[in-house]
Each structure stands twice: as C-alpha cells, then as structure tokens.
C-alpha cells in the first residue's frame, strides 16, 4: 500500500473513503474582474442560517413568508432598469403567468418568437411579483416577450404541484405560439424544474422547445456531486438544501426524473441546451454532470463555467455577469432564427 493510499484509506468516514485536507485559507482569485474580486472579499451574505425541519410547517411558512419578502424586494431593485413595457398576468388552472413584454434597445427581429422562464429560489421562494422581476432583464436583453410561471412551492404545495404548473404554462404557449418559436430559461432550483418540466412535457408528447438555458441547475436532489463537498462553504451563497428539498420532494424518490432530471432518459429527446455555472458554484457538479448526460444522449449542449463564480454570480455587479447572460442571449436567438 502506497503512502497516499495509507492516508486516504486513513480519512475514510464510515463506509465511503475519501481524504482529509488541512484548513486553509483560500485567497481570491487574481484572474477574474476587480469588480468580483471585491465581492469575494464580502463575507457570506447569509450568515449561518439553517433551514427548519421539514416536519416543521409553522416555521417553514414564517421562513417563506420573511424570505420572500426579502427576496422580493431585492429583485425589485436590481431590475428596475430592465422595468418593460407591458407587465400581463394569465390565469392558469392553479398558478399565474407573467407575461413581460420589453422595452429594449435590441432590434428584436425574431417576430413571434417568445422565452418560457422558470424562476429560482430553492423550491420556497422566488414567488408572486417576484417571478415577474427576474425575468425582466433576460427579457429586456433578448428583445423577447418572456413568460414567467409563478408555480405552487411549499410548504401548502409540495411536489408535485409546481411541475404539473409548469408543464400547463409550457403546454399554453406550445398551443399559442408553436414548439419551435420558444427557447425555455431556467435558474438554480428552477432550471432543475424546467428540465423536469421539459421532460414530462415530452413523456405527454409535447414538443420540445427550440432551445434551452439551465443556468447553474439544481438537477440532482440527492445532492451527490463533488462539489457538494469541495464548495460546501466556499460558495458564498448556497449551502446544502437537504431540508428544503426533503419539503419539496413530500417522501418521493429523490432520483424520479421528475424531481431530478439528472436520472432522466435524454435519448428520447431534449432541445439544444446551454448550461452556466462557476467554479465556486456549490452545483458545479449537478451542472457537469447534466452535461454529460445531455452529451451521452447526443443531444448538442454547451458547458460554460466561470472562473471564481459562486452560485449567484457575483450578484450582478461584475462584468462577468453581463458576458454570461449576452451569451446565453445570444445562445436563445440564435436558435430561434
């Protein structure tokens, strides 16, 4: 037995081995834009926060109902210069979507052509007006009108009420606009929701979109990626969602498809997708991992990772927030031509 496989057999924690590494300071990165190094200099904006029970449905509605607020107005406020033209709601069975018409300087070009967004907040926040917040600059940069669905969340609506939600929204727009004049727009846990959306909408024999951007997907609820691990704290946002998803999830299998798309069947059909996420990113691995699925199905799929990025970017204060989101602009309109 070699020395290093002595230490590491050394390290194994129960019955999975791995190794220790020494606590050490990790500096910020020189290669990234000033403006991101000065925000990798901020301490963890979300402190020491720990998610309730999931058993715990009283604490669970005053956490959602603080942090949607909260969260609310700072989408508000980062997107107001992105405020559209027309702001529209569409009653669905159980949910609103929001329709965002843009006022924007692109020249749009692309006629009928339209974005399905799924919006983010770890499968609790992200709701109501909010939903229509943080489509506005996707919308704004595209040129596009943007529909953002404001789907059921826990902990009244657990799994799997915000993916029936999702697929009608989808299937509304399929019916109003055509398959093949919407690109679909995911973040975080909601990138996670779209491909499972996109998954049964095809498993239902609805066609799939012409295009599709997962940025930074939560598309793995067992969480079993490495960088689960190597990021855990080095994210300035994310930690382990293993309550919030065990709320979401209500006792069903962590690997159906439906809740993670990464154990999904790509073979049988998925659009052209773009996939973001940073290398501090505590869902670098759920990012990858998707990719290479996406890839061993044939389906044409870009992986872009950005140096030093956490899971929220760097909050849209660096250049490399913009050169991400030009990109995935660009990514969407290209495919609609």
Known sequence: MTELSAQTTAAASGDRPGMYVPARFIPVPTTISPQAQELLSLPNPYGNDVEPDPSDKAAWVKRVSEGSEQFTKM?????????????????????????????SSVTNGLTGKVIFYVHGGGF???????????????????????FSIDYRMPPHFPFPAGLDDCVEAYRTLVDRYGAENIAAYGASAGAGLLASCLLKARDLGITMPKACVLQSPESDLTESGDSFETNLGVD???KRL??????????????????????????????????????????????????RALRRAKIPADLNIWEGMGHAGFFGLAPEDQESLTEQVDFIRDRLK
Do not use: W
């Open 124 to 146: 609790t926040t992200g709701g109501g007006i909010a939903a229509a917040y943080a489509c506005y600059q996707i919308a704004y940069m595209s040129g596009l009108t943007t």
């Open 75 to 103: 989408l508000e406020q980062r997107f107001a210069p992105y405020r559209p033209e027309r702001q529209t709601e569409h009653a669905l069975s159980n949910a609103v979507m929001y329709q965002i018409d843009p006022t």
């Open 236 to 238: 300035q946002v994310l």
């Open 242 to 291: 293993t309550n919030s998803i065990a709320l979401y999830a209500d006792g069903h299998d962590l690997k159906d498809p439906y809740l993670s798309p990464l154990f999904g069947d790509f073979t049988k059909g998925f659009p052209d997708t773009y996939l973001s996420a940073g290398t501090r990113d505590l869902f670098l691995s759920n990012t990858i991992l998707l990719h």
